[in-house]
């Protein structure tokens, strides 16, 4: 018998679309728009995509209570 070797490569993904967002977040896209102060970035013209690190910091915010709750408080922390 014979044996072989498979090496596979993968590669994290740093920027998700909309509905990639919603899912690594755990929410349906219509909840997560709402939900969501993360914005998205343009990194091509009509691709907006929302970065990993950026969803990460919000998510950690969420479990920390220490999530703006209003639009004042959000631009505050810009």
């Known amino acids: 018998m014979s044996t072989t070797n498979l ?18 977040a755990g929410l349906p896209v219509k909840h997560f728009k709402i ?23 919000w998510i950690d915010d969420v479990k920390t209570g220490t999530q703006a709750t209003t639009h004042d408080a959000i631009l505050a922390r810009l």
């Open 35 to 57: 939900a969501c102060p993360v914005q998205p970035i343009q990194l091509r013209q009509g691709v907006m995509l929302w970065d990993k690190r950026d969803l990460d910091l």
């Open 7 to 24: 090496n596979i490569s993968v590669i994290e993904k740093r920027m998700f679309k909309e509905t990639e967002a919603a899912s690594y």
